[in-house]
């Protein structure tokens, strides 16, 4: 392990904020098998996993892995063929409401400017739309959308679309976020400005994060942990931890040990056959 990086009182109050704002999440021998008629697909096979209070928690593996059938069965949209989650020391039995959802597609309603799809979160919750208008406002201007509170979808490119998204979870100040590869259709140059904008609210607002990914930099680039996934049936290969300090600027992302961490990731996929040269 490289030299430790002991945190400024800036970053200390930014640590204990998190802990004050997240929520513990408890993985418990999950496995989920799906069934169409005589064929049984088994998705994941006893996956147990510890989330804590404020941790941003990455999980990376190949596609048909379980990873996003993980995330559902986490926010109580799947339930689990063996198992169980826990939040916040509940035990999840159907729909958890209190967290924030980004798929990898903003679904945005085209009738609706980006300030009302913001607090159609809102709406939906039955709370007063007026009363979060100025926290909206704020939310859009810190992933650079000020100024395009009242453009509509379609006048929006994809990585605006994805940032309107995110502040739409995040509106009701949700202790959990769930991001089911929130930037896989973005290209490149977009998606490293997400990856930097992301670790930025994470820093600020402090909830407890769990982000699927197929990319190995971007997860260790943003996570506290990474959890490399085997195929499927989807296991837990290893729990890295990411002990690079913040935030993950230019020069964090160039170093060794970012490379290391990255070659370690690529190494548990050579063994599987998931990445052959």
Not at 39 to 43: D, K, L, R, V
Not at 57 to 82: D, F, M, N, R
Not at 114 to 126: F, P, W, Y
Not at 208 to 220: D, L, M, P
């Given at each position: 392990?490289?030299?430790?990086?002991?945190?400024?009182?800036?970053?200390?109050?930014?640590?204990?904020?998190?802990l004050?704002v997240?929520v513990?999440?408890?993985?418990?021998?999950?496995?989920?098998?799906?069934?169409?008629g005589q064929?049984?697909?088994?998705?994941l096979?006893?996956?147990?996993?510890?989330?804590?209070?404020?941790?941003?928690?990455?999980?990376?593996?190949?596609?048909?892995?379980?990873?996003?059938?993980?995330?559902?069965?986490?926010?109580?949209?799947?339930?689990?063929?063996?198992?169980?989650?826990?939040?916040?020391?509940?035990?999840?039995?159907?729909?958890?409401?209190?967290?924030?959802?980004?798929?990898?597609?903003?679904?945005?309603?085209?009738?609706?400017n980006?300030?009302?799809?913001?607090?159609?979160?809102?709406?939906?919750?039955?709370g007063?739309?007026?009363?979060?208008?100025?926290?909206?406002?704020?939310?859009?201007?810190?992933?650079?959308?000020?100024?395009?509170?009242?453009?509509?979808?379609?006048?929006?490119?994809?990585?605006?679309?994805?940032?309107?998204?995110?502040?739409?979870?995040?509106?009701?100040?949700?202790?959990?976020?769930?991001?089911?590869?929130?930037f896989?259709?973005?290209?490149?140059?977009?998606?490293?400005?997400?990856?930097?904008?992301?670790?930025?609210?994470w820093?600020?607002?402090?909830q407890?994060?769990?982000?699927?990914?197929?990319?190995?930099?971007?997860?260790?680039a943003?996570?506290?942990?990474?959890?490399?996934?085997?195929?499927?049936?989807?296991?837990?290969?290893?729990?890295?931890?990411?002990?690079?300090?913040?935030?993950?600027?230019?020069?964090?992302?160039?170093?060794?040990?970012?490379?290391?961490?990255?070659?370690e990731?690529?190494?548990?996929?050579?063994r599987?056959?998931?990445?052959?040269?």
């Open positions: 392990m490289g030299p430790q990086n002991h945190p400024s009182p800036s970053e200390a109050g930014q640590a204990a904020q998190r004050a997240g513990a999440v408890e993985i418990s021998g999950i496995s989920k098998v799906f069934q169409r064929i049984q697909t088994q998705a096979a006893r996956v147990d996993l510890g989330v804590k209070p404020g941790e941003f928690v990455a999980v990376v593996g190949p596609s048909g892995c379980g990873k996003s059938t993980l995330l559902k069965i986490i926010a109580g949209l799947l339930g689990p063929s063996e198992g169980k989650i826990e939040i916040a020391g509940k035990l999840i039995a159907g729909p958890h409401t209190d967290l924030g959802i980004v798929f990898q597609s903003p679904v945005l309603l085209d009738w609706r980006v300030l009302d799809n913001v607090l159609v979160q809102i709406d939906l919750r039955g007063d739309t007026a009363a979060y208008g100025d926290r909206a406002r704020a939310l859009l201007a810190k992933v650079g959308l000020a100024g395009f509170e009242n453009r509509m979808p379609r006048e929006l490119s994809g990585g605006m679309r994805q940032r309107a998204a995110i502040v739409r979870a995040l509106i009701h100040e949700p202790p959990l976020l769930m991001m089911d590869e929130p896989g259709a973005l290209d490149a140059l977009t998606r490293e400005q997400m990856r930097i904008d992301l670790e930025k609210l820093l600020d607002r402090g407890t994060t769990f982000f699927i990914t197929h990319g190995i930099s971007e997860a260790v943003l996570a506290d942990r990474v959890v490399v996934m085997t195929p499927r049936p989807g296991r837990i290969e290893r729990i890295i931890e990411i002990d690079l300090p913040r935030p993950r600027h230019k020069a964090v992302v160039s170093s060794q040990r970012f490379t290391d961490y990255c070659n990731i690529t190494e548990c996929f050579m599987h056959g998931v990445i052959q040269y």
